[in-house]
């Protein structure tokens, strides 16, 4: 992520949006969950790598909104025969509350068990 004179504002990466760099995440993605037959949960710090992460996992148009599920409660995906937990947190920078913060990392905590 860019940052503008060193404020806490974001623009997105130059070139995130660009169908090939897509097409890329999306097959490291693929590569990452196949190879790791142990993988339950897919924790997403910020907006981008939600997008990469929900689209990889055909998340219906409706569950990719960012901001209807950052910091929420995790949403469940099937790949192959395998069930995926995607939880949409917030980005490392995020002007947000401690509490706000932590409610994504509980989530998380409680998939892991």
């Not at 992520?1 to 097959?27: I, V, W």
């Not at 142990?38 to 219906?60: H, M, Q, R, Y």
């Not at 995926?84 to 947190?89: R, V, W, Y």
């Amino acid at each position: 992520m860019l940052f503008d004179n060193g404020t806490t504002k974001m623009r997105g990466a130059t070139g995130f949006n660009h169908p090939d760099f897509q097409e890329y995440m999306q097959s490291v993605l693929e590569w990452v969950v196949k190879s790791m037959p142990n993988l339950k949960t897919i924790f997403c710090l910020g907006k981008a790598p939600w997008e990469v992460s929900s689209s990889f996992l055909k998340l219906d148009k409706k569950d990719r909104e960012y901001k209807k599920f950052k910091g929420g409660p995790p949403n469940r995906a099937i790949i192959g025969t395998k069930e995926i937990e995607i939880i949409a947190s917030y980005h490392p920078t995020a002007a947000i509350t401690k509490a706000r913060r932590n409610e994504s990392w509980e989530y998380l905590k409680k998939s892991l068990k």
